[in-house]
């Protein structure tokens, strides 16, 4: 089966198989659209579900990786990318990703993104993030988060 073939939650499944992380993903019967609906479904923090959000810096996407209670200081993402920062439209997101927002899994696309992730994530033994529709997660540690997307941890919330 090629990629475009394979359903959303089967091209993540691959992606984790491929980087050697366990590929144990759950579907609940309520949404896990949004942060708060995840940590619901799932009964854990806000904080410990990772929002994959998709911006542009300059033309080019980027990967950011969030906890679920932060918003991004786009400022602080220009910063460390040396462009200025746009939030990326539903079309462009899917094109980029593959998947609907929603679903957004931080990894399984096409193409390598840059990452950058929300040094608050990196605090919790376990986080979860999106399988590739709005029901499904996957849990992984942060390390391998951080493994995985060959993301920059760092400071992207704004300052309080």
């Not at 992380?21 to 579907?27: A, C, G, H, V």
């Not at 746009?86 to 957004?104: M, N, W």
């Not at 096409?110 to 033994?125: C, F, K, N, S, V």
Request: avoid cysteine.
């Amino acid at each position: 089966m090629t990629h475009e073939n394979l359903s959303a939650v089967d091209r993540v499944r691959n992606a984790l198989e491929a980087a050697g992380l366990p590929s144990r993903i759950e579907e609940f019967p309520a949404s896990t659209r949004t942060a708060q609906e995840a940590a619901a479904a799932i009964g854990t923090s806000v904080s410990q579900i990772v929002k994959s959000l998709i911006f542009l810096s300059g033309d080019s996407p980027v990967l950011v990786l969030m906890s679920g209670g932060n918003r991004l200081d786009p400022d602080r993402l220009a910063a460390l990318t040396g462009a200025e920062i746009r939030k990326a439209d539903a079309q462009t997101v899917r094109a980029t990703t593959g998947y609907a927002i929603g679903g957004i899994p931080p990894i399984g696309f096409p193409t390598g993104l840059p990452a950058y992730i929300d040094r608050d994530l990196m605090q919790y033994e376990t986080v979860w993030a999106a399988a590739g529709t709005p029901r499904h997660v996957f849990q992984m540690t942060p390390a391998d988060l951080v493994r995985v997307t060959t993301g920059t941890v760092a400071e992207l919330k704004p300052e309080s």
